[in-house]
């Protein structure tokens, strides 16, 4: 059974840090892994989407990275701003003919000014 | 087309009462997913629908759970006789099979509480 864990659960540091989230998951076998991020009270916005023949992906200032063998996901958080301020998810998909994403519990990052 | 739309935005209900919510997907996805989500915690999956089709339903989806996308546009989530442990937030999302996995979009949900 797939599961996934996302270490911290929550993080905070001040503006214009570098930062690191990670995501681990049990099965290597894994179709794709998203990250998604979630402000308070809404929904789930898609950042970044990696196949799992793909070791990275970069929009902007985030960078995720997958290491299939080791079961983990970094996404990486350049020159940290406030608007940062969210939980973010990551979840993986275990093949191509499910429709399920399984998500980890998510890290809630504060980016003080 | 603004997104995912979900309605209501909040239900508090008695326990035993039913309540149905419903999720307007983007007009051109013909997927359309349900995950339920309580706080602190992430996502879990509930049912899966390509088109009118309801492909996929968890083991969480217990009898009292149903969910229904008649013509392969809008869906509906009903619970029956809610219980305590039904209060959580009940997500939609929606994506397109042409975009693989791509274009994924949540609605903000329906916040359940059941006093």
């Known amino acids: 059974k797939q599961e996934v864990t996302q270490i911290p659960a929550a993080l905070s540091v001040p503006e214009g840090e570098n930062l690191v989230l990670n995501c681990s998951f049990t099965?290597?076998?894994?179709?794709?892994l998203q990250w998604f991020r979630q402000d308070p009270g809404k929904g789930l916005t898609s950042l970044l989407l990696i196949q799992s023949s793909q070791r990275e992906q970069t929009s902007g200032r985030l960078n995720a990275s997958l290491d299939k063998s080791s079961g983990r996901s970094t996404l990486y958080i350049a020159a940290s701003q406030p608007g940062d301020s969210a939980t973010y998810l990551c979840a993986v998909k275990n093949s191509s003919n499910t429709g399920k994403l399984i998500f980890g519990q998510g890290t809630t990052l504060q980016v003080k000014p | 087309d603004t997104g995912v739309s979900q309605n209501p935005r909040h239900k508090i209900t008695k326990r035993g009462q039913n309540v149905t919510f419903r999720c307007d997907p983007i007009?051109?996805?013909?997927?359309l997913y349900w995950y339920r989500q309580t706080l602190g915690q992430g996502p879990e999956f509930l049912t899966y629908?390509?088109?009118?089709?309801?492909?996929?339903k968890s083991r969480l989806l217990s009898d009292r759970f149903s969910a229904e996308r008649p013509k392969g546009s809008f869906s509906t989530l009903e619970i029956q006789r809610t219980e305590q442990g039904d209060s959580a937030m009940y997500l939609c999302?929606?994506?397109?099979?042409?975009?693989?996995?791509?274009?994924?979009?949540f609605g903000s949900g329906t916040r359940l509480t059941v006093v």
């Open positions: 099965d290597s076998a894994i179709y794709n």
């Open positions: 007009s051109e996805h013909n997927r």
């Open positions: 999302a929606s994506s397109s099979s042409g975009a693989g996995d791509y274009g994924y979009t």
């Open positions: 629908f390509q088109n009118e089709a309801q492909l996929e």
